[in-house]
Each structure stands twice: as structure tokens, then as C-alpha cells.
């Protein structure tokens, strides 16, 4: 049985389209923790309703990025986790963390990277008026959205998309690329 973890910060639902992509399918992968930053973020909500045990660590209330970061680490340490599944987590990860877990780290980015990293892909790409951006799936290092690209897919922006049905096709092809690309990285073909 292979183990991961999935860390994330908002609304969670790459982390439920995994869990449900690896329970629908048999996959020997357990999810043994989520992990967030944040106490309010709906995750914790979908990681109780699937059944997988929410580690909170409150960054506001640790009060301090050296801290957090060192109680980070010790919780993956604890963990031991085969993959570290990034999934809407608004932190970067500090170097020690990113070279302890040297490319068993990934991160999902509603872009075609190397174009519009950071923050905003999915607004940027609609701005700049790119008729086909998409999602990429890579491995984390030191920069922000710079590591190497596991797998991509395109989404084509068509007459007639707005800013919201772009994004709604964007999540829609992160939920089938995200959970494929970890079962690949872990179980192979
Ligand atoms: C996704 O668009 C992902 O590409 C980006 O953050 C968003 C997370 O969404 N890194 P969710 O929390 O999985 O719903």
C-alpha cells in the first residue's frame, strides 16, 4: 500500500476527485492524512465526510513561518508518506521541506506552465485572451510553479466562454488529470 498526503488550503475538491478516483478504482493508495494551513477551509469538511483524518496546522495562531515550517516537517516525517499531494495549498514550501521530500512532492496549476504561474492562472490566461490554456501537473521545487512538468492538458477557450465556464472546465480537467498522474507516479501504468 502506498501512502500520501494531501495538503491543501481552501475549497478541496482535487483532494476529493483523488480520494474518490483511488476508492472507485481499488488502488492500493491510502490517504493517511490532509493536511492545511487553514481552520476554516471547507477541505476539513470534505476530508470528514470521506473519512480522512484533517491535521490542522493553524498558521495564524502558530504565529511564526520558522515554526510552522519545523512542525510541518516533523508531521511529514511522522506521516511518512510515499507522494505529498499538493492541491490548493497557498504556501510555498521552505527549502528543507523540498529537500527532504526531493520529487515526492507534487502540485497542480490551473495553467499551461511555463505561462502564468503564481497566483491567478486561470484569470491571467483569460486576460491575455490565449485561446487554449489548461492544467499542468508538476513536481515541487524551490520556485514558485518552476518545477519539472509531469503531465499537461489543454483546455481550449471557445466563443462564448466566460471567466466563470473556463474555470469551470479547468477544475473539471484538474479532477481527471490530477488523480491519474498520482496513480501513474505510484503504481506505474
Ligand atoms: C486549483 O485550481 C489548483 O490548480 C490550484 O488551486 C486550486 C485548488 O482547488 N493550485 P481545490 O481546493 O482543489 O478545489
Redesign the pocket.
Known sequence: MKKIVVM?S??????QAIAEYIRNNGLPIEIVAMITDNPKAF?IERAKNLGIPARVLDYKAIGDKDLYNKMLLDLLNELGPDLVVL??YMRILPPEIVKAFERRIV????SLLPSFPGLHGIEQAWSYGVKVTGVTVHFVDEGVDTGPIIDQVPVRIEEGDTLETLEKK??EA?HELYPRVIARILLGN
Open positions: 491543501g481552501g475549497n478541496g475538491s482535487n483532494f477541505i492541491a490548493g502540485n497542480i496549476h490551473p479547468i477544475h484538474e
